[in-house]
Nanobody, 128 residues
Framework: QSQLVESGGGLVQSGGSLRLSCTAS????????VAWFRQAPGKEREGVAC????????RYADSVKGRFTISRDNAKNTVYLQMNSLNSEDTAVYYC?????????????????????WGKGTLVTVSS
């Protein structure tokens, strides 16, 4: 069964840090670009960050640039999202996703449609 499973969410105080993980199984992870999305209550899902198949190229939403870092370990079939200087606007359910091919995440963030795999999400709550 092909799937993505996120972990690492939780409650953190404003200014704190969290690291999310997303582990893939059942497909050739290293052939897929990966991305993190988030969805806050009452808002649309938005792209946060993405990385190419090798992780050499990354892209970030303006709202998280300088605070979040996406990375991947293809040997572990895992993508990470290091989140620092968190604030209340970062409160959301965070999802990882993957799409086949090495041409994605070159020019910009991945759109939330047309992706091959999605995780079920992990909740991040930032208290002020």
């Amino acid at each position: 069964q092909s799937q993505l499973v996120e972990s690492g969410g939780g409650l953190v105080q404003s200014g704190g840090s969290l690291r999310l993980s997303c582990t893939a199984s059942g497909f050739a992870f290293n052939y897929y670009a990966v991305a993190w999305f988030r969805q806050a209550p009452g808002k649309e899902r938005e792209g946060v960050a993405c990385a190419t198949t090798t992780g050499d190229n990354t892209r970030y939403a303006d709202s998280v640039k300088g605070r979040f870092t996406i990375s991947r370990d293809n040997a572990k079939n895992t993508v990470y999202l290091q989140m620092n200087s968190l604030n209340s606007e970062d409160t959301a359910v965070y999802y990882c996703a993957a799409v086949y091919g090495d041409k994605h995440c070159i020019l910009g963030l991945l759109p939330p449609n047309g992706l091959d795999y999605w995780g079920k999400g992990t909740l991040v709550t930032v208290s002020s």
